[in-house]
């Protein structure tokens, strides 16, 4: 649109509209009996009992404000975890929380960076605050250290590091992630998203609290959103220092957290056991999931989270597009990732029992009728 059309009507200022908007994943599939939706990475234990009932008490209280500070939240997460509540931030999930660390520190002229298949939020948020995204190269779909200083320039102000990462599932151990930190200049922020991070099982991985409590560049966020399968509420946190977290308060809306996920929140974080009962399914169905999908003949990126990436070829027969199409008929909802640069890639969540059965069943009987011709 030429700018002199822009004074009929209000006009979105210059980069708006150059943001692709963000896309889930479907979630239906109409004409299909039962549904097996593996597309969201969520935890296919549910929610806590015990969050479930905080969340039902708050029915009577629907006409009050929550507590702005949720004080009490911060609390129960530095409790948990053993952090200083006053450096914990909460948001409307950590999307927010992403979102409003480029608010506050990227304006026009800086610049943002994330890897090749990074959460493509993190564009989004740079394009957000008028940013301008930077994009380092993976190494085997994996993040790499070289790759991400090689893009460092004097309007470097963010540095976004999923880990582990959507959707691949792969991660970089935490003597890289401090090499990392430690080849930044100091006025450049590193944001460890760690969305997945009580699904790894991996003894040189660490979340990155011992960074973001050491260092005044640093902030890690977390998510209720997965293991604690609170998604719907939409809740997250931060651990960073305490001049980054006084900015994000002066930025983020007064009640940016709503009474249904503060007391869910709560109880979620306090449920110990359900949380452990979570792990332990993980790490029972992620290998099962791998290790079946590859005698199928498909490539599958090794995970530490609570998905698999599974890769596709028309060469050999078989397309993540008709994988998709054929899955989605039967009630077998993945999640296509082209959008990440990943066209010939399905992400398949860790479900039950019965789910991850049923789509192993699906895609053999998919790969069967491909290769058939």
């Not at 097996?36 to 009932?53: F, M, Q, R, V």
Request: with cysteine; hydrophobic share 45%; aromatic share 8%.
């Amino acid at each position: 649109m030429s700018p002199a059309s822009t004074n009929n009507r209000p006009f979105p200022r210059l980069g708006v509209l150059a943001i692709d908007p963000y896309v889930p994943g479907k979630s239906g599939a109409p004409g299909a009996g039962k549904i097996y939706k593996l597309s969201s990475n969520e935890t296919p234990l549910g929610a806590s009992p015990l969050a479930i009932d905080a969340f039902s008490k708050l029915a009577s209280k629907l006409e009050l404000y929550p507590d702005g500070s949720v004080a009490r939240l911060r609390g129960a997460i530095g409790k948990r975890f053993g952090l200083d509540p006053d450096r914990i931030v909460c948001g409307n999930g950590s999307d927010d929380l992403l979102h409003l660390l480029s608010l506050a520190y990227v304006g026009p002229g800086d610049e943002g960076i994330f890897t090749t298949h990074g959460f493509l939020v993190y564009k989004i948020a740079i394009l957000t605050a008028g940013g301008t995204p930077v994009v380092a190269p993976e190494k085997n779909l994996t993040a790499d250290v070289d790759a991400i200083l090689a893009c460092v320039t004097p309007r470097t102000k963010i540095v976004y590091l999923a880990n582990p990462n959507n959707p691949t599932g792969t991660y970089m151990p935490f003597e890289e992630v401090k090499r990392l930190h430690a080849s930044l200049p100091k006025n450049v922020i590193l944001v460890l998203d760690a969305a997945y991070a009580e699904y790894v099982r991996r003894n040189d991985y660490a979340e990155g609290i011992e960074l973001a409590a050491t260092n005044e560049n640093v902030v890690m966020t977390r998510t209720f959103s997965k293991i604690f399968g609170l998604a719907n509420l939409r809740l997250g946190w931060m651990y960073a220092p305490p001049h980054i977290c006084d900015a994000i308060n002066r930025v983020r809306g007064p009640f940016n957290v709503n009474g249904a996920a503060l007391e869910a929140g709560i109880a979620a974080v306090e449920d110990i056991a359900h949380v452990e009962a979570a792990i332990d399914h993980n790490e029972k169905w992620l290998p099962w999931l791998m290790n079946e999908l590859a005698a199928l003949g498909l490539e599958v990126t090794p995970s530490v989270a609570n998905f698999v990436l599974v890769h596709f070829s028309k060469a050999s027969g078989v397309s993540a597009a008709d994988a998709d199409s054929f899955l989605t008929a039967r009630g077998i909802i993945v999640r296509a990732v082209g959008a990440y640069g990943l066209p010939e890639c399905l992400r398949i969540t860790v479900g039950t029992e019965e789910a991850n059965r049923i789509v192993v069943e699906g895609l053999r009987a998919y790969v069967q009728e491909a290769r058939r011709g």
